[in-house]
């Protein structure tokens, strides 16, 4: 009676090896020395660290919770957490990606990239620690000074420190043009005074490192209304001469879910804090951080529910209950294993194509962050940058939506089990549940799909993403689904065109399908990406292979998707060309 | 900063009077003196007692949820309970259907239907309570010898003692046939000896009644295996000698939510128990129990997404953010309340439609069951019971399904503030998730439907549905909605047919499509109320009416539904139509 858990490595495997051609990595001058088989070591080995450390004390996190003392404001992590920390730092994970000059390995934002997968499956709230030091990793390394990179990314990789992204205010989370904290410049010294509240702070106190490095929106004085006024500001809990600076946690959160991580009301007194990018620049800073940890959060939604798909397969093979309805499958048992029933196997079944589906649609996205930072030809890096852009809200979005289904149907799966506290399922549900929320809602995802990526420079991520669809089941015309998914991606050309047209005339009817039409996006992707799996399991079908259940699995895999998943889209245009349809007729007494 | 509920007595008292007639309660003689208004007097009265007294205890029942005793083996219910129950005894609504002879208020299930929604709307784990002992007495009631009733009866109907259903063991939940508690006869007197562990007794063991009548599912010697070998005994908790029975509670589950529910683990050692029905037919004595709560908990599902919708409502109504996409439409403010925006009215609206068709739904079904027992007509009874059969397991599942599906919308239009526990939605969230479970999982209602239901009668259940639907919509074949719902009828038909004849020649084919199948039989019948509610209220607004906003309302929602949420019927079709594809092509190790 316990969650289940292995890495999914020989489909990682499979993904980068096979589908995505090693991710270019042999054209990235950068990682002339790293090769495939280095990069599945390095993730092996991260794996042994998921499974073994940070799984252990999932359960814990839950129980026992963040507690907050108000006597000196401090935040208690769970006790399990603090060797868990350890090893996951010692073993050098923080600065995985980080430029070896500040202490870091180096290595492919690839292997960072499906580490995230591995340690949220394992873990989500442990995960929230070092995660959100990696995404502070990452914005203070690409904007700030390098007298404040000298001094403060060596110990946020070493683990010693850690990082947090302050954005929302009691008034404003999404929109935050209604920012009110303040930063005033001093007269004599590069120093700024921030003074305001910050609410929901991911890891904004706890126990775990000696130093917490805060990222904080705020506005300079007579800064621009909206979000044009607002600027970066690195705010140390602890000032380089050791003394306390004037930040303090007001309080944690009572959550549904994800009880181990910090979820902080953060009080700026006069902090003392350092500006980072230009004045009133802030915000394009921040999202630097925030699009990599869009995709992050992905990942998440894909791990849970991989955890959950373990978790309910397992159970599904051990409970007996019932006969097939053929006859006895184990009639030497009491009763069969309920896996033996369809519609048991459908709800396991959606799982895997999911899982197994979304982790190559995040995958495909993923391996281009390096080729967009590190490709030597410009038009290379441009095009990797292109796609980032556009599929970021749908990676965030679709596996966030889906790895909170999935982890329900495993939930379902196991029945009355599933609904108590024992096998851990339940936890897995509420955990997964914030994904779907935090650095931007699925909603704004959305909208920021159709509203900003889609009309920039005139559709030219969108013809990107064509181009790299088309790419994927070009090779494969004599595939038994080509038919449906050329059918498919016109369905989606159709779509859009009327978005660009209709949207453009009226905003709102783009803003009011926005949502199916993101789910779209992704359903198209999952096809090209099945379409060519499948295929490239039959070639591997062909040769000698010590893998004939992985690649028979995914033949039959990509047979449930297309007949199963992807008719959704029918239903999906069919909701979009109807636009805003009465949306907006009604009045506010109406509802 | 906290969940918001008005009972939705207006759209109930449409549905019950506009679309449905007022129940033919004119043709029943029973209820000659139970006029129309009188039930939506009693319905006012108890909207009430929920918003006043369940309401107000249900964050608490939660927060402290049931204390169990390893020392007297006893389960303390949170303290603000007792009060509520008294409230709700006193004002004699466990026994609002019982016959007067046993102290009953021999009044329409109608009443006690619509109470179903509104008590789980404010208290789900509160209902349970009264919920279970409505249950016992129906069962008592139709199939319990007199000197039973008798003694049993009267006190439950006043509250004084309560009732569980007992089926659920550690080997077996969906597949009784595998229950191992024993009951042996004794040798000269009616009782018999009850021996053996059940799990998950909702209520099995609490302090809200001096004694708790346990009807219990247990095997006689050499009873026959399978389910044809069950019969059913009434087990008290405490005899009739004021001694104390061998039963008592090994412990409570603890759960995802539903704390305020004591869910027992329940010991029978050597008990006394009295048998109810014929020897090995206590399954489906037992069945009478659950098929009428398994419509209750299809209400169950419903009341708690309206709860969730009038809070996410109340909370898109105040809280301001960003601005209209056409402009500041509160430019006094500083950002226009979140309403304005078209993809949080999507996610309202959603749930807005859900809810009202959904009501429509169960009360179309639920108005039946007075009928079904008192129509001095033999056809139309049958016809009732009929109807009632096919579309229990529909009303269950559905409606759990949709009603967790929208308590998500609502938590998702809060954002963060929807995962922290101060809304008290997520509460919802974890509550609502059991529906979709207990009483039989909504896999096995799917099955239930299609292996049972369908073929029952050569099809004699399905051909009463039809005509009901195309009863609701002939009069309005000038609705702009007409031809689009006569198509998936049409739709509708093709598909049971092709089910019957492949399921016929395969069970697989028809049992690994049954989900989908069930939702599309919900959705058809939706959209045939919802065209029917739409075309009333087009026909009220053409009279003087005070209630312009509701009609219109009505008239826009379902504008959304047949663009937004029927079109969901083509996927469903395809869906089906593909029958068991590969799902019954993977090994056990290709999972």
């Given at each position: ?66 507690l907050y003392n108000p006597g000196d404001k401090s935040v208690e992590t769970p006790p399990s957490f603090k060797q868990a920390y350890q090893r996951y730092v010692t073993a050098g994970w923080n600065g995985v990606t980080l430029d070896e000059a500040y202490g870091g390995q180096a290595l492919p ?107 904080v929106l705020a506005k300079l004085p007579n800064a621009p209304a909206s979000t044009k006024g607002i600027s970066l500001f690195l705010v140390p809990k602890q000032l380089p001469d050791g003394s306390r600076n004037g930040v303090s946690c007001g309080g944690v959160e009572h959550k549904m879910g ?156 196991l029945g009355g089990a599933g609904y108590t506290k024992d096998w851990g399922i339940e936890q897995l549900v509420r955990d997964v549940r914030i994904t779907r929320i935090y650095e931007g809602t699925n909603g704004i995802q959305a909208l920021d799909l159709v509203g900003r990526k889609l009309p ?136």
């Amino acid at each position: 009676m316990t969650l289940h858990y292995q890495a999914p490595l020989q489909d990682i495997e499979f993904i980068f090896s096979e589908l995505l051609n090693n991710a270019k990595l042999d054209q990235l001058p950068r990682f002339a020395e790293v090769t495939p088989d280095l990069v599945m070591a390095m993730i092996s080995e991260g794996a042994k660290l998921c499974e073994q450390e940070l799984f252990l004390c999932y359960a814990e996190g839950d129980q026992v919770g963040c507690l907050y003392n108000p006597g000196d404001k401090s935040v208690e992590t769970p006790p399990s957490f603090k060797q868990a920390y350890q090893r996951y730092v010692t073993a050098g994970w923080n600065g995985v990606t980080l430029d070896e000059a500040y202490g870091g390995q180096a290595l492919p934002h690839l292997v960072g990239f499906v580490m995230e997968e591995l340690s949220c499956a394992t873990n989500l709230a442990f995960s929230a620690y070092p995660g959100l030091t990696g995404g502070a990793i990452n914005c203070i390394s690409a904007h700030a000074s390098e007298t404040l990179k000298q001094h403060y990314l060596p110990p946020m990789a070493e683990g010693k420190w850690s990082g947090t992204m302050c954005l929302t205010e009691p008034q404003c989370g999404t929109d935050l043009g209604l920012i009110k904290t303040k930063a005033t410049p001093s007269n004599d010294s590069d120093q700024f005074r921030i003074t305001g509240t910050k609410i929901w702070i991911t890891s904004g106190e706890h126990d775990l490192t000696d130093n917490i490095i805060h990222l904080v929106l705020a506005k300079l004085p007579n800064a621009p209304a909206s979000t044009k006024g607002i600027s970066l500001f690195l705010v140390p809990k602890q000032l380089p001469d050791g003394s306390r600076n004037g930040v303090s946690c007001g309080g944690v959160e009572h959550k549904m879910g994800l009880n181990g991580s910090a979820t902080c009301v953060m009080n700026f007194e006069d902090a003392i804090g350092w500006l980072v990018g230009p004045p009133h620049g802030g915000l394009r800073c921040m999202f630097t951080m925030m699009n990599n940890a869009r995709l992050m959060v992905g990942l998440q939604g894909l791990g849970l529910a991989e955890t959950a798909y373990q978790t309910a397969l397992t159970f599904a093979k051990e409970r007996l209950q019932s006969r097939a309805i053929t006859g006895a499958k184990f009639p030497e048992l009491p009763a069969d294993p309920i896996i033996v029933h369809p519609d048991v196997r459908r709800m396991l079944l959606r799982q895997k194509v999911m899982n197994e589906g979304n982790r190559a649609l995040a995958y495909w996205v993923g391996v281009e962050i390096d080729i967009s930072e590190y490709h030597p030809d410009k038009a290379e890096r441009q095009q990797a940058n292109d796609f980032i852009q556009l599929m970021t809200p749908v990676v965030k979005a679709f596996l966030t939506d889906e790895g909170s289904l999935c982890c329900n149907l495993a939930l379902q799966t196991l029945g009355g089990a599933g609904y108590t506290k024992d096998w851990g399922i339940e936890q897995l549900v509420r955990d997964v549940r914030i994904t779907r929320i935090y650095e931007g809602t699925n909603g704004i995802q959305a909208l920021d799909l159709v509203g900003r990526k889609l009309p920039l420079y005139q559709g030219r991520l969108f013809a990107v993403l064509l181009t790299k669809i088309n790419q994927l089941i070009e090779p494969y015309t004599d595939s038994p689904h080509f038919a449906q998914q050329q059918q498919t991606i016109n369905q989606l050309k159709e779509t859009t065109q009327w978005l660009a047209i209709n949207g453009s005339k009226d905003p709102e009817q783009a803003a009011a399908v926005a949502t199916p039409y993101l789910r779209l996006v992704a359903l198209v992707c999952l096809g090209a990406l099945w379409l060519k799996m499948a295929a490239l399991a039959k070639q591997s079908l062909r040769q000698d292979t010590f893998q004939k259940d992985f690649y028979q699995a995914k033949i039959k895999s990509a047979h449930f998707f297309f007949s199963k998943v992807l008719p959704e889209v029918e239903f999906l245009c069919t909701d979009i060309h109807s636009g805003k349809t009465s949306l907006m007729d009604f009045e506010l007494d109406e509802f």
